[in-house]
């Protein structure tokens, strides 16, 4: 198996610096809106077992990349507490029964992941079967805030009223919430650990929306407990942890003492600064930007280029984007990306620079 990411991920020696990408199986794939059409709509991809592997695989079969990312949504773990999951074209997700009454919080309880969210668990097993050890499989969640920022909301936000309204008014109440998400979370990945995936990342999107105080508060103090509760080895494999706050790199101090093995930066924070303030505390992820994928393929290779000497010819770093992938990037784009991130990292490991 090319296991270059998991051997990354522990800050191990490898000849090239792994690369894949955040939501690297969507819409900017034609082979994608083609399943998805076939499937009727968004949540039945992510529902159905057999076509979720499809799109797993799709970015695999056009990409050397180094390993896959489960194809499901974050939004998945409430839809299974019973908020009602849904979605509308061109405006993102909702939910039937966002959190705004106090009973609703009190009566809130994380889902069985073996029941609920079964349809992911399969679809775990019958990415593994087809992947057939070629790459590492990546299982993720939502973390704990950012569920709740979902839940509380009832779909995307540009300021968070609800939210935050919550938080200074009536933070017992959000404090409920996400004890509840962090036992969500925890379990959920767990079950995905245990049906295969060999490395799981916690996405904190909305994290970086708080004031200092408050991130530590309602979102660094739940992704620690979701990273105590953590399987840490399968099938006597250390399980390798990523953890990613969207906005978070004022915070990576912090963040790397979170408990987890690697943590993903957006194109706002320097690697280079980013090593020398961790040390060898954790390994990075990331962090080109998005955008840089419409541009040229010179421009493309340029600043590929930058995000790997920024790091160094060093152990511990996963090449990927600062953000998920833009649904309007050409597949070309990424074809000149990936093979830049593996020709150039191996050159920069012969010549020692950084």
Known sequence: MNDTLLRALRRQPTDHTPVWLMRQAGRYLPEYNRTRARAGSFLDLCRNPGLATEVTLQPLARFPLDAAILFSDILTVPDAMGLGLYFVEGEGPRFERPLRDEWMIRDLSPPDPTVGLRYVLDAVAEIKRALAGEVPLIGFSGSPFTLASYMIEGGGSSDFRMLKTMLYSRPDLLHRILEVNAVAVTDYLNAQIEAGVQAVMVFDTWGGILTPPAYRTFSLAYLERVADGLLKHRDGE????????????????????????????????????????VGQQVALQG????????????????????????????????????????????????????????????????????
């Open 287 to 354: 962090n080109l930007d998005p955008m840089v994928l419409m541009a040229d393929p010179d421009a493309i290779r340029r600043e590929c280029r930058r995000v790997l000497e920024s790091f160094g010819a060093h152990p511990g770093h996963v090449f990927n984007l600062g953000h998920g992938i833009s649904q309007f990037t050409p597949p070309e784009s990424v074809s000149v990306l990936v093979e830049c991130v593996h020709a150039t990292s191996r050159e920069l490991r012969r010549t020692g620079a950084g």
């Open 238 to 277: 250390s399980v390798p942890t990523i953890v990613f706050t969207k906005g978070g790199g004022q915070w990576l101090e912090a963040i790397a003492g979170a408990g987890y093995d690697a943590v993903g930066l957006d194109w706002t924070t320097d690697l280079a600064e980013a090593r020398e303030r």
